[in-house]
């Protein structure tokens, strides 16, 4: 009676190897897949762009994703999201142009600003307004204090960012403790990563390499087809083996 219960198990696929393998398989999956939620959630915050000043890299509205970061991982070419009590009291988003020991400049040539004396290159800027609307109308020359950060957004002609607080204490730059996080990805309606403007590539400090977040989004659907599959395994094995079990009966 064992015998014959365990050839039939094997016959339509719910006993043997197959089973086990599924099993592990799903276990697996489960894990990958809330793993790669909970391992997200940690990392990264949701942060919903209030204003068009960093068009065209963000619209207003847009959800995007930002990584929990310290001010000491900041670098040039970031776009952060930082909380200054000077500025206002809601988290910003704005791009950091200058650190601390940097001279930042407007206006060179073209309308454009200046990086250690040198013209900064700037494609993410919104030029639909020409080069002088691509700086700005203020004009400045700003000696960034060490542990400090110089901050602009992408629509200069409509960004209220350094520039604006320029007669404040620390000539318009907040402190790297301010920021709380790195944009990563835009999340809705496009999804997208952000990529690292290569203008600073070169100089000290590089620029900033991208979070977890690609590992964490492919820990995530590999977990769900695992689960997808090692579920679907029994099922299909069943159904295999009762095909089998007609075309043997036929063929008596």
Not at 79 to 87: A, G, I, L, N, S
Not at 96 to 114: E, L, Q
Not at 158 to 164: C, E
Not at 193 to 216: D, K, N
């Amino acid at each position: 009676m064992g015998g014959t219960q365990a050839i039939r198990e094997r016959k339509d696929g719910r006993g043997g190897l197959g089973n086990t393998l599924s099993g592990i398989a799903v276990a697996i999956g489960f894990v990958l897949f809330l793993g790669g939620f909970v391992w997200g959630a940690l990392v990264y915050q949701p942060y919903t762009v209030p204003t068009d000043s960093m068009v065209p890299t963000v619209q207003p509205g847009d959800r995007v994703l930002a990584q929990r970061i310290g001010g000491g991982e900041v670098r040039r070419g970031d776009v952060v999201v930082f909380t200054d009590t000077v500025w206002g009291s809601s988290p910003m988003l704005k791009r950091v142009v200058a650190v601390g020991g940097d001279t930042v400049a407007c206006c060179g040539k073209g309308g454009g600003v200046t990086l250690n004396g040198k013209p900064l290159d700037e494609p993410y800027v919104d030029r639909s307004g020409g080069d002088a609307a691509a700086a700005g109308t203020t004009s400045f020359e700003v000696k960034v204090p060490e542990g400090n950060l110089f901050l602009m957004g992408d629509r200069r002609g409509g960004s209220l960012d350094s520039r604006a607080h320029l007669q404040e204490s620390g000539q318009g730059t907040v402190p790297r403790s301010a920021v709380v996080a790195r944009v990563d990805a835009l999340a809705w309606p496009s999804v997208k990563t952000l990529e690292r403007p290569q203008v600073f590539a070169a100089m000290p400090g590089g620029i900033s390499g991208h979070g977890p977040l690609r590992l964490q989004v492919a820990a995530v659907l590999a977990g769900g087809a695992l689960v997808v599959l090692g579920g679907a395994y029994g099922p299909l094995a069943r159904l295999r083996g009762r095909g089998r079990g007609r075309a043997g009966s036929d063929g008596r």
